[in-house]
């Protein structure tokens, strides 16, 4: 338990570092110079740029651990971030994003699969990914605002000088302070994942049903469409600051979404509820808020926004337990690789479609499309030929 407080710890400092940008980004990509459909350009490539980081991730955390990948994934953004303070191009800001998604590729799998296997009791397991979930959406309901109002006092350049250095003192305090499982348990966790994978395979051949064991594709759906939703969302609102004053109000936004997520999150009673029910049940709230926002619905934005982020606190968690149970218990680096490699395919989506898009249709639209795809398909993720309820049975 106490390599999880210290990953927690490290986890809020990165995500507090990593958060502090998003408001800051878009208007210093604008100051440079860069067009909307640029920027869209951007955050797409930033989000592609994970993918290959995700799958060497996904092989190399089950083999190697986690404890390298976070620290090297840490530090490199942090180095980027130093490099970031001096561009005066919107070409170089383009490179040196694209280089920063290929490093913060290794963070999130890494992170999660060493949370994951902390235990074995899958309670536990879904209330440390809650932990997570709730350290993540702490750090993200506080640093969006911080960041804003940083940029305002001291400028782009320091600021981003400043979190680059407090990524980098976080890579060396978790060199010295993480541990986890050592090599030859690794190594025995992915022998009985092998072989109770081969068991499985056997089992269901003998039975004359499907012969795979892996978790099925139609999960992935749903991350690609939040992350797709996210990635809109994330183009959108910063766009709508063209002053420092609006600069803040973006931030304070971003906030009002993480403050919803936190709300949802403190609800401990909601781990009771079956991981796939939550997943479903907060996605098609999620969707009907981007519905809402899209129609012009007469609420107050930040009261939609504060929907949207407790969808989201609802949704997250129970999605790591959901794919933990699926899992059967191994390979969580290739397993939360995947989930990565999903959120990198829909935020590579979203802002593309958003800065191609908008001036045609509201993004916020495409948003609502993309989750009720990924509503309607999920309920089919254990669906065998000749038990086409199973899904419920194994779920509920």
């Given at each position: ?260 997520a936190l709300i949802t999150l403190s609800m401990l009673f909601l781990n009771r509820l079956s991981p796939f029910m939550r997943s479903l049940w ?115």
């Open positions: 338990m106490k390599t999880a407080i210290w990953l927690y710890l490290f986890l809020f400092v990165a995500f507090f570092d990593l958060h502090a940008q998003y408001p800051i980004l878009t208007p210093f990509a604008v100051s440079l110079g860069a067009a909307p459909s640029f920027i869209g350009l951007m955050m797409g490539l930033y989000s592609i740029t994970h993918l290959p980081g995700n799958i060497i991730a996904g092989y190399g955390v089950d083999r190697f651990g986690s404890r390298l990948f976070i620290v090297f994934s840490l530090m490199a953004a942090g180095v980027i971030l130093l490099l970031q303070s001096k561009v005066t191009d919107p070409w170089q800001l383009l490179v040196l994003r694209s280089i920063s998604g290929f490093v913060l590729a290794f963070l999130s799998p890494a992170c999660m699969s060493l949370l994951a296997r902390i235990t074995t009791d899958r309670v536990k397991q879904g209330k440390l990914m809650a932990g997570n979930g709730l350290v993540h959406t702490i750090a993200s309901v506080v640093s969006p605002a911080a960041g804003a109002y940083l940029v305002a006092q001291i400028g782009f350049t320091t600021a981003f000088y400043l979190l680059g250095w407090i990524l980098i003192g976080t890579a060396s305090c978790a060199l010295f302070f993480i541990r986890e499982a050592s090599a030859a348990e690794r190594a025995e966790e992915s022998v009985q994942g092998e072989d109770g994978t081969a068991d499985n395979e056997t089992g269901s051949e003998e039975n004359g049903s499907h012969p795979f064991r892996s978790i099925p594709w139609l999960v992935y759906t749903l991350p690609v469409a939040m992350s797709c939703a996210q990635g809109i969302l994330s183009f959108e609102l910063p766009l709508m600051a063209t002053t420092q004053e609006a600069m803040m109000t973006t931030g304070l936004l971003f906030s009002v979404v993480s403050l919803g907060g996605a098609f709230m999620l969707a009907l808020t981007y519905f809402a926002i899209a129609a012009g619905a007469p609420l107050p934005f930040y009261m939609l926004l504060l929907l949207l982020g407790m969808a989201k606190g609802v949704i997250f968690p129970a999605l790591s337990s959901l794919l933990i149970e699926l899992s059967g218990g191994v390979r969580y680096g290739r397993t939360f690789s995947i989930l990565s490699i999903a959120f990198s395919v829909g935020a590579f989506i979203g802002p593309m479609l958003a800065g191609q898009l908008r001036n045609y249709i509201s993004p916020y639209y495409i948003a609502f499309v993309a989750l009720m795809i990924a509503v309607s398909l999920l309920p089919f993720h254990n669906f065998r030929p000749g038990s086409a309820n199973a899904h419920f049975t194994r779920t509920g």
